[in-house]
Structures are given as C-alpha cells and as structure tokens.
C-alpha cells in the first residue's frame, strides 16, 4: 500500500495530473487517504480502481483500439458521428478538450491582434527594431550636438578669467545644443 502525492501518482500512471485530479473525483475517490494533514493516494487500490473502470469502458464499447488514430476513417472520407463520439469517448480524460476554453481562448487571441492592430495604426506602438533604429539617431544627434561644442567654444573660454562668465558661456552653448535636438 504505498502512499504517494497526486503529482507521484500521475508519474506513476505515466499521465498527467489533471487526469489524476478528475479520476480523484469520478474513479479512484475510495482510494485517497489523509495523513497528517495531507491527502494522499493508496496507488494499489486507485490502479485496481483506474483498471476496473477502464475495463467497463471497454466493455461499453469504447475501446483504446477503436479510439486509436488508425481506426479512424481513411483521410478521404469524414468520419460519422457515432464514430466520432466512440473516438472523443476513448481518449484520456487530460486530452479531451473543453470546446468553450478552444473558443474562449481564440476569441481572446483574435481581441489581442485587433487592439495591438489598432495601437499600431494610431502609431501608439510600434516594433522593437523601429525603436531602437530612433533611440540610435537620437542618441547620435545628441552627441554630435554636444561635441560640436567644444569647437564653437573653446576659443572664448581660452580668453576668459571669470569662472561665472565661463560656466554662463558653457550653459549657453549646452542649452542651444539640446535645443537643436529637441527641434529634430
């Protein structure tokens, strides 16, 4: 009688933990067990269990070789409903999909490309290298701007003594340097 955690037991039936979450629940419920605070499952009963309902699926019809992919219809031809339904009831539970969650989660999808489409036309975004190509010229500018300081400057502030008319100067050839970036 080992006792394992949810997360052991899926590992252990090689599935994944949402099939061991709704089996819990619908098939192997006699087999969990609290300690300490936890609840744990006795796998030898929940695989009796997950075998013994496996087998009256079997018998019901809905056969793992009946629901293969190679029993399905020949890709010319559309499958029945009978056989559709025998197919969808023979998979395991983890891989039957909710259609509502399919739906809801394209709709959500399709909402996100319509409202960053309609961000791009208003240019309210814009693309990762479109930034950085701008960032570049900008930051290019301003240095440029700011090294075409050192010319205009360097020989009135040779001639100047008084520290306050040297920072004024120097102030002023800043300011219109990043005014000329600023106008683009």
């Not at 067990?33 to 936890?38: D, K, L, P």
């Not at 293969?68 to 010319?76: E, M, N, R, Y």
């Not at 001639?159 to 120097?170: G, H, N």
Request: hydrophobic share 40%.
């Amino acid at each position: 009688m080992p006792l394992m955690t949810q997360a052991e037991y899926a590992r252990h039936r090689g599935c994944s933990e949402v099939a061991v979450s709704k089996a819990k629940k619908q098939r192997i419920a006699s087999a969990m067990t609290e300690r300490r605070g936890a609840m744990l499952i006795d796998s030898d009963k929940a695989d009796a269990l997950w075998d013994s309902t496996k087998r009256a699926n079997n018998r019901s019809g809905t056969t793992k070789a009946a629901a293969s992919p190679k029993a399905t219809p020949a890709a010319t031809s559309l499958p029945s409903d009978g056989e559709l339904q025998a197919y969808i009831a023979g998979l395991p539970e983890d891989e039957v999909q909710d259609l509502n969650e399919s739906i809801k989660r394209r709709e959500h999808y399709n909402a996100e490309r319509a409202r960053v489409g309609a961000l791009r036309d208003r240019e309210e975004v814009g693309s990762i290298a479109e930034m950085k190509r701008e960032a570049y010229a900008l930051a290019k500018t301003v240095r440029e701007g700011m090294l075409g300081i050192i010319p205009r400057v360097s020989a009135d502030l040779a001639a100047l003594t008084d520290q306050f008319d040297i920072e004024r100067r120097l102030e002023e050839e800043i300011l219109t340097a990043l005014r000329m970036v600023a106008d683009g």
